[in-house]
Structure formats: structure tokens, C-alpha cells
């Protein structure tokens, strides 16, 4: 079984929420990674989103902008990126890990060899954003063969039967984006988001993730008091923007996801 | 030729389709539907060709350019004088088909990305015209080489919004175009300026720009009696070329050549020749040749003119390339120099840098050829905005 499978059903055995959240690969460093990762889950970490830096991160706002480019300053590149969950695998043999990025880097080591030694390296699920299902059916294909997710987004404006297309080719949870524009924007209409869930849900047979705005404790636990999960990506970039060392983020990123935990269990009852 | 694309989902051949976020994809259906609908409306196509004649001055002429012709001593050269339309280029035709499409869909509001400025200024143009809010992306490094079309946007009552993120040129332009666009999509038509990008961009700009082409059908047999033998375009990301290629397509007898930008050389690393030495992969919504590093990371590019630098390519032109039936090739910036000075010096026209790659292939492949060749030279443009970078490169203070 997946891991993301198997978290999912713990979580909801227990009637709890997952915090999922998004780091971006190699940034602020590759060191700073790959001490990340496992203060991540101390932190109460579910699953994590490991982003593949792109130079042309087309659907992100300026923090993940600048995150992809700094990675990139630094040498990285998705062998490194799947180094770094190999890493990760020695000492945590259970936290999902995701892939979060671009076509273009997958293609370029190609698609078949990316599956193999995503696979190898212990990465549970990937969501390539620019591959929405219509242009992504034989990829879907050899990601489920390998075992791994291919996740989907779907987004306030979609219409119903794309969800039934995220259902047929996709896996593990739905990333839902909570609002039109880019990663990190500012307005979030929770109840919006909250309105759309339930169906979302029954449409698709998998838990809803969102993400896309959320920055803090309250707005989390308001959405995970429906949805399955929240992703926080942005806001966890922005504070790790100033760090100086692999020790100080870690600290830095802990006392932020802490009391977002605490929240998320508090309000989420069974 | 038997040549239909692009099929249903907008794929010419293994290229093109609709590689974009989920957020984007509702908006890029709702344009596709609208454009169909619009296609088949006959008062939307007159109203098209009405503002073509009497708005952008069409039919543009052809002309011979007997004087340069006789000086490389070998085939004869025509132009298609593009650089005569309302604001200086092609792109107006572009831009007054998706701003009556804009209309249509009640968005009251564009937005465009530019790399030379053209296309900003066409689409300022376009949204003076039809009284809509304008927001031009355009990079930094762009802004500063382009510093007259800037205010020329400006004096149009568009907003002008400087790009300083990646390479700070037409890419990173186009990026924060869309990313506005997934953000106020509920008021805002993107206007796409070439026939890049997502499905159904690549075939609506190809289709509004195929003008130009079509426009060359009749004009060549009446000056010469015959279709010219040679059509030659320069490629950015690919719109005048499509626009006169296209028409031709199933003329098998005439030879279509795309000439990209060689920049300092293609052995130096710094061009943006994505056809000639570009691979596959996607980038900006659609699968095409790119100029990328080994990572697929996308490359910085590199040309004296700034319509050219751009890492890719219009889905369609990838196409025609793996066809056989048009064929790409590069002329560098000192090239495409000559050829301008040259142009201004023996028959009174200043070209645009852009348009100067296609001339100096022309001017390399003219003396090769019989007198009795004709060339049919798409001139996309008029070189006014460039006298900046021209005097610079000469060592003139301007």
C-alpha cells in the first residue's frame, strides 16, 4: 500500500487532519533541505511537498518565484532533488513525500527513467502542475504502475466532470486551490472553499487537500474542520527566507507549524 | 497537402496542446468555444476585415526592391511591407481580432506580454480603440531597450508593469502575464501576441495573421503572374512567419524559410535559434522546440533584437520543421546589422531588427540564385524603435 494511502486511513481512524507542508528543494540551500525534512515531521508534518525548482514557475507567486530561482543558483537539479528523498528514507520510513513541480524537468530526464528513480528513491506521489489530465493520461499511467500517485489540482473554477477525470487517472488526495490566482496570494474565501469540498469528495473517491493561501493556525483549522488536509507552502518560505543556517530554519519552521498543528487538532474533532 | 491542425484538443502533431495549471484551464475552454463560435460568425468576420482595411490600412503592398536586388547581383527580392500597418508590425492584425473577441466575451479589461514592444504597442492600441483597461507586461532588461515603444504604451493610456523576475525579457513576461491573467480572469482577455502558448492561442493568432499571406496570393500573380518562389520570415516565437507561411502550405512549390535569431553565434551559447538547435519539452502551455540546458531548465536567450529572444517557438512551426515543409535556419546579430543598414541605404526602408534576419537570408541566399528567382520577404516591421540599440552597436551617441 502507498503511504499516502496509509496516512490518510491512520488520520482518519484517528479524526484527524494532515498538515501537509511545501518546501522547495535546495532552497535556501541543499543542506538546509535535508535537515528540513525531518524537523518537518517533528513539527507534526503528515506529508510532505517536495518542490522541484523550474526556472519558469508559471502558476507561483513571487515566493515560490524566488525560492526556484535561489535552488537553481545553488546547483539543483531533480537527481538531486530525489538524492535528497533518498536521504530522507534512511531515517523516516513512513512520511509520504510528494513531488511538486514542472513538466519540463521530468522530461528532460525522461519520463520513464523519473519514474524508475522516483520510485527508488522512496517518493510516494507526484503532481506536475502543468500537466493537468488531458495531457497527462500516459504519464498517469506509468506513475500508477510504478505504485507512486499522480495527483491532480482542481481549482474553484473547474467545471464538475473534470473531477471525474482527477478520479479516473489520479490518486492519493486532490490538491484543491482554494482561490483563482497564484501560490501565496493574499484573498481566501474559506467559505467558499469549504462549500466546494463535500462533492469534491464524493466525485472523486480521494481526500481534498487545499492549499494555495493558507498562512496560518486559524484559516487551517476553519479549513481542515472539512477538508482532509491543508497545505502550506508560501507563508513556510517566506520564513525561511531569512535564516541564516540549516539549524535556524529548522527552528524557525517548527515554531511556525507547531501551533498550526495544535490548531488543527484542537477544532477537528471526530 | 493533406494538413488539418490543429485536431480537436489543439496538438499539431506532437506539439502544441494545453500544458497549464487546472486554475487556467476553464478560461482557456471558455476562449476556445468563443473563438469557434465567433469564427463561424459571419458579422464577426466582417467586422474584422473592415477594421483590417480602414483601421490597420490593409491590404499592405508588395514591393520590389529592385535596387538592393541588382546590388547582390542574383534573385530578385520582394517585401511584404507589414512595416506599413498602423503601429509599425504585424501584430495589429493579431490584436484586433482578439480585442473584438474580448468584446464579445464582455471582458473589459487585457493584458499582453512584450518582448520589443510591438505587440504592447498594438495592444494599447487596440484597447484605446475599444475603450478597455490595458495592462502591459514587459521585462526590465525589454523596458530599457525599448524605451520609446515604453511611452508610446503609456501615451495610449496603457499601463506599463516592468518584469524583473528569471532573465528579465519576453518569457519571463509572458509568465507574469498568465499568472495576472489565473488571477482576474473573471474581467480580463488575455491578448497572446504570437502563436505560442496554450491551445487555443496558437491557432487564433495563426488565423488572424494568416492575412498576410493570403494578402500575397493575389498581389504576387499580379505583379510577377505567378506565386514567388522563396518566402522567407523571421521566427520569434513565430507569428508574421505563420501568417504568410500558412497560406502557402499547400503551394508545395514554394520554398518556406524561417530564419531565427544566431545572436553572437550558435556555437557561443548566446542565441535564440530554439528551432535550430533547440529539443522538445513544455514550456508557457504548449509542447515545443526549447532552448534548454541539459536539466530542462529553460536557457537564457540571447539576440540584438528583442522580438527574437525567446526560448521557444509556436508549436506549429516544431511541426513544420519535423514535416520537412518549411525549413529553419539562423543569421546572427552582425547579419541581420548589415542587412538593415542595408535596406536603409539602398531603398529608403528601415526595417526592424526582426524583420533584418529575414533580409539577410535573403541576402545570402539571392546571389546563389538565378536572376529569374523571386523572393518574397516578410518585412514585419519598421526599424523607428530601434534606432536606440542600432546607434548604440555603432558607437553612435543618439
Redesign the interface.
Known amino acids: 500500500m502507498n503511504r499516502i494511502d496509509r496516512t490518510f486511513a491512520r488520520l482518519r481512524e484517528q479524526g484527524r487532519k494532515a498538515l501537509i507542508p511545501f518546501v522547495t528543494a535546495g532552497f535556501p540551500s541543499v543542506e538546509t533541505t535535508q535537515a528540513l525534512l525531518p524537523a518537518l515531521v517533528r513539527a507534526g508534518a503528515d506529508l510532505i511537498e517536495l518542490g522541484i525548482p ?6 507561483d ?2 515566493t515560490i ?1 524566488r525560492a526556484s ?1 535561489r535552488a ?1 543558483a545553488q546547483g539543483m ?3 538531486r532533488v530525489l538524492e535528497l528523498v533518498r536521504d530522507f528514507r534512511r531515517t523516516d520510513a513512513d512520511t509520504p513525500v510528494v513531488l511538486m513541480g ?8 525522461g519520463e520513464a527513467r523519473f519514474v524508475q528513480a522516483a520510485r527508488e528513491a522512496g517518493v510516494d506521489g507526484v503532481l506536475t ?4 489530465p ?2 497527462a493520461e500516459p504519464f498517469a499511467a506509468r506513475l500508477r504502475e510504478a505504485g507512486l500517485h499522480p495527483i ?4 474553484p ?3 464538475p466532470e ?1 473531477a471525474d477525470e482527477v478520479a479516473r487517472l489520479g490518486g492519493g488526495y486532490v490538491y484543491y ?1 482554494s482561490l ?3 501560490t501565496g ?1 493574499g484573498s481566501l474565501d474559506v467559505a467558499s472553499v469549504l462549500a466546494r469540498i463535500p462533492g469534491l469528495r464524493e466525485r472523486t473517491g480521494l481526500p481534498i487537500a487545499v492549499g494555495f493561501g493558507i498562512r496560518d493556525a486559524q484559516t487551517a483549522a476553519e479549513i481542515g474542520a472539512v477538508a482532509d488536509a491543508v497545505v502550506i507552502g508560501s507563508r513556510l518560505l517566506e520564513i525561511l527566507e531569512g535564516a541564516s543556517d540549516a539549524d535556524e530554519a529548522c527552528r524557525r519552521v517548527e515554531a511556525f507549524l507547531r501551533p498550526i498543528r495544535r490548531a488543527l487538532d484542537e477544532k477537528v474533532t471526530r | 497537402m493533406d494538413y488539418h491542425y490543429p485536431d480537436a484538443r489543439g496538438h499539431f502533431g506532437p506539439y502544441g496542446g494545453v500544458y497549464v495549471a487546472e486554475t487556467l484551464v476553464p478560461a482557456l475552454e471558455a476562449l476556445a468555444q468563443a473563438y469557434e463560435e465567433a469564427k463561424r460568425d459571419a458579422s464577426f468576420r466582417a467586422e474584422f476585415e473592415d477594421e483590417l482595411k480602414h483601421y490597420v490600412g490593409r491590404p499592405s503592398p508588395i514591393y520590389h526592391a529592385k535596387r538592393w536586388s541588382e546590388t547582390l547581383g542574383g534573385a530578385q527580392i520582394y517585401l511584404k511591407r507589414e512595416d506599413l500597418n498602423h503601429t509599425g508590425a504585424h501584430k495589429i492584425n493579431n490584436c484586433i481580432g482578439q480585442a473584438l473577441l474580448a468584446r464579445r466575451m464582455g471582458k473589459p479589461r487585457v493584458i499582453a506580454e512584450t518582448g520589443a514592444g510591438q505587440h504592447g504597442v498594438a495592444t494599447a492600441t487596440v484597447a484605446a480603440r475599444y475603450g478597455m483597461r490595458c495592462v502591459v507586461y514587459m521585462g526590465e532588461e525589454d523596458v530599457r531597450r525599448q524605451a520609446a515603444n515604453v511611452y508610446r504604451m503609456k501615451l495610449l493610456g496603457a499601463e506599463v508593469v516592468p518584469v524583473s523576475s528569471g532573465s528579465r525579457t519576453l518569457k519571463d513576461a509572458l509568465n507574469e502575464a498568465m499568472r495576472d491573467w489565473v488571477t482576474n480572469v473573471h474581467d480580463t482577455f488575455y491578448i497572446l501576441g504570437t502563436v505560442a502558448g496554450p491551445h487555443p492561442y496558437p491557432e487564433m493568432v495563426r488565423d488572424f495573421q494568416s492575412v498576410i499571406g493570403k494578402e500575397c496570393l493575389w498581389q504576387m500573380p499580379e505583379l510577377i503572374g505567378r506565386q514567388p518562389d522563396y518566402v522567407i520570415a523571421c521566427v520569434g516565437g513565430g507569428s508574421n512567419a505563420i501568417g504568410i507561411f500558412y497560406p502557402y502550405l499547400e503551394h508545395e512549390s514554394v520554398r518556406l524559410i524561417g530564419v531565427e535569431a544566431a545572436g553572437e553565434g550558435i556555437e557561443t551559447g548566446r542565441h535564440a535559434a530554439t528551432l535550430v538547435a533547440g529539443r522538445p519539452g513544455v514550456l508557457h502551455g504548449n509542447r515545443t522546440y526549447l532552448l534548454q540546458d541539459e536539466h530542462g531548465q529553460i536557457r537564457e536567450t540571447h539576440s540584438i533584437s528583442a522580438g527574437l529572444d525567446y526560448p521557444g517557438v509556436g508549436p506549429e512551426h516544431a511541426l513544420l520543421k519535423d514535416l520537412g515543409r518549411a525549413e529553419y535556419v539562423a543569421v546572427t546579430d552582425d547579419e541581420a546589422l548589415a542587412a538593415f543598414h542595408s535596406l536603409c541605404r539602398y531603398e529608403g526602408i528601415i526595417p526592424a531588427l526582426e524583420s533584418s534576419h529575414a533580409l539577410a537570408y535573403a541576402a545570402k541566399l539571392a546571389p546563389s540564385l538565378p536572376r529569374e528567382t523571386v523572393l518574397l520577404v516578410n518585412l514585419s516591421g519598421r526599424g523607428d524603435k530601434d534606432m536606440h540599440t542600432v546607434a548604440e552597436r555603432s558607437g553612435i551617441r543618439w
Not at chain 1, 514542472?102 to 530526464?109: D, F, G, H, L, S
Not at chain 1, 502542475?129 to 493537468?132: E, H, R, T, W
Not at chain 1, 491532480?152 to 481549482?155: G, I, P, S, V, Y
Open positions: 523550474f526556472s519558469d514557475p508559471m502558476a507567486g513571487p518565484q530561482e537553481l537539479t531533480l537527481a514542472y513538466a519540463n524537468p521530468i522530461e528532460a530526464m502542475v502543468d500537466y493537468p488531458q495531457e491532480f489540482l482542481l481549482a473554477t473547474s467545471r473534470r486551490v483563482t490566482g497564484v496570494a
